[in-house]
């Protein structure tokens, strides 16, 4: 694992920030973290980074726990950084190389890579919130980190910058790099992540994957009746049904595999001598997951 959390937990007094968090990061993913504001998700990355203390439990970076070595491969930005305003792209990064005790041989090429060399001459107040948010993460990348870690890195930015920004993420883990990256917003993680995790009051409430088109969060349910037919035995014998509940109108609700469509399932039933006389579909999306999530959990 990349990063695990071992009952990681942070008081503000009386405010439990984050309350027993365990979290697993693997090697290799985007991972979100994704949750309303006030969730934890700012205090959880704090924890990690070395910059907020725990008020219990640990973390381990890379298998080796949580020492100085390990923070060097480490690229953040928790808030947008400070650059000097009048000084361009090029000096400011020459300023974060010699803070950050690294070599200035990778300025061109993390230029490069956030899409910046070709304004790498201009002042740094004349770049839009985009162009400076970019700017940070050449910054974060000037060291060659392993993972990147990024606290809302879209807040603030108009359609375009947000969608650039995304996209380098993007190119980012395609490098090979891990990200974490902390969001209240749902589609960023869905457009973005591979796997996530949801924050609901500092506690962490699930963790799963995203695949590509957001659709191994897609859950089919099927709502269906044949007549006042008992269909219990046929439907736990049908292996396209994952479970099923009977409704008190004597329908029954069938959780059924992601890529399942209702004529599969007709079909499916027919061949066991069932007539449908009634059928309907529901794809429960993402967001709708997320919110049921956040509900149970009340
Ligand atoms: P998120 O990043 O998900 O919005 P935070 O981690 O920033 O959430 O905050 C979690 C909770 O901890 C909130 O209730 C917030 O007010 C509180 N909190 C965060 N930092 C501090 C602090 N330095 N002092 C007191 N309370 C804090
Ligand atoms: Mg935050």
């Given at each position: 694992m990349m990063l695990e959390t071992h009952n990681l937990s942070k008081n503000f007094g009386s405010i439990r920030a984050v309350q027993q968090m365990n979290l697993q990061i693997p090697e290799g993913s985007v991972f979100g973290i994704l949750g309303p504001n006030g969730s934890g998700k700012s205090t959880t990355l704090g924890m990690v980074l070395g910059v907020v203390t725990p008020s219990e439990g640990s973390f381990s970076w890379f298998g080796k726990g949580d020492d100085h070595h390990v923070r060097r491969e480490i690229g953040a930005i928790l808030e947008r950084p400070i650059f000097y305003p009048a000084f361009t792209a090029v000096q400011n990064l020459k300023v974060t190389a010699k803070i950050k005790g690294v070599g200035q041989e990778r300025i061109d090429e993390c230029l490069k890579l956030v899409g910046l060399f070709d304004r790498r001459h201009s002042k740094f107040k004349t770049y839009s919130l985009g162009m400076k948010q970019r700017l940070a993460i050449a910054a974060a990348m000037l060291p060659d980190p392993k993972v990147l870690i990024l606290d809302e890195p879209t807040n603030g930015?108009?359609?375009?910058?947000?969608?650039?920004?995304?996209?380098?993420?993007?190119?980012?883990?395609?490098?090979?790099?891990?990200?974490?990256?902390?969001?209240?917003?749902?589609?960023?993680?869905?457009?973005?992540?591979?796997?996530?995790?949801?924050?609901?009051?500092?506690?962490?409430?699930?963790?799963?994957?995203?695949?590509?088109?957001?659709?191994?969060?897609?859950?089919?349910?099927?709502?269906l009746a044949a007549g006042d037919q008992a269909l219990d035995e046929v439907l736990k014998r049908i292996d396209l049904v994952e479970s099923f509940t009977k409704m008190p109108d004597g329908h029954y609700r069938a959780e059924v595999a992601g890529e399942c469509t209702a004529a599969d399932l007709n079909k499916v039933l027919f061949d066991q001598g069932i007539v449908l006389s009634y059928l309907h579909t529901h794809r429960q999306s993402l967001e709708e997951k997320f919110l049921e999530i956040l509900k149970n959990q009340a």
């Open positions: 930015l108009d359609p375009t910058g947000i969608a650039e920004i995304r996209e380098l993420i993007k190119d980012i883990a395609r490098g090979g790099k891990t990200i974490v990256l902390a969001s209240h917003l749902l589609d960023e993680v869905q457009k973005v992540c591979t796997e996530f995790c949801v924050l609901r009051s500092g506690k962490l409430i699930y963790q799963g994957p995203v695949s590509e088109t957001g659709e191994s969060l897609q859950r089919t349910t099927v709502d």
